[in-house]
């Protein structure tokens, strides 16, 4: 049966909006591509103070996790400026912060393998072991958020109280690190270093915490 006037047009204007209109999908697929890169950032420095990949070739994985990291923050950035409506449950500067959240942790994640190789340290200390740790779980806990995106609720707050649970314990173990740093007569050097190193680790884990605070402000926000 031929379609009139009328149904061709009406058909036109859906297939628009399917082109104008994002499907949020593709932004949660993004998100998660981005967490699930954070972590394998993290397992690279977990290895790397464990002793189990060389400074050199954790390097190579970090700078490898940041560019693929940078790759997906452009295509969100690519994805909402071919669009002129944002998706139901973010909208456009809501998806800009995630992406920018997760983008920092790979970022900071970076920034600590590339200082303890280049400082050319070979003993980590169990503060940096544990932050590292730390970081790891962060990490997965945001990896798996962001694989249930399209079914947290308003109500729901497990995924927010979990990382933020994990980034107090950072701040404690930051803490007590610090303090064993400058306890007696030590390096100021080898403080130094090291201070670095365990602030970078801890603002990745913060950088955790902000991207679950911005999908519940979101979430909140857009109910």
Avoid at 18 to 41: M, S
Avoid at 122 to 146: C, I
Wanted: glycine share 4%; proline share 4%; net charge negative.
């Amino acid at each position: 049966m031929k379609r009139g006037p009328a149904r061709r047009a009406m058909d036109g204007v859906q297939k628009a909006i399917r082109t104008f209109v994002p499907k949020e999908e593709d932004f949660f697929i993004l998100f998660e591509r981005a967490a699930e890169n954070a972590a394998k950032g993290a397992r690279v420095l977990q290895s790397l103070l464990a002793g189990t990949t060389a400074p050199q070739d954790a390097v190579d994985q970090i700078e490898a996790a940041e560019h693929h990291g940078d790759d997906i923050t452009h295509e969100t950035v690519r994805r909402l400026n071919a669009t002129f409506v944002t998706p139901i449950l973010f909208d456009r500067e809501d998806i800009l912060r995630v992406a920018d959240a997760l983008d920092d942790i790979v970022d900071m994640t970076h920034a600590a393998v590339e200082r303890y190789s280049l400082y050319e340290l070979t003993e980590p200390t169990p503060a940096a072991k544990r932050l590292a740790e730390l970081l790891v779980l962060s990490t997965d806990e945001l990896h798996a958020t962001m694989q249930q995106l399209d079914k947290i609720s308003p109500d729901s707050s497990e995924y927010c109280v979990k990382v933020n649970e994990l980034e107090n314990q950072g701040d404690t173990v930051l803490k007590a690190g610090l303090a064993d740093l400058f306890r007696g007569t030590p390096d100021p050097i080898y403080v130094m270093k090291w201070k670095e190193i365990y602030e970078f680790i801890e603002e990745a884990i913060d950088s955790c915490e902000d991207t679950v605070n911005e999908i519940e402000a979101a979430v909140v926000k857009n109910a």
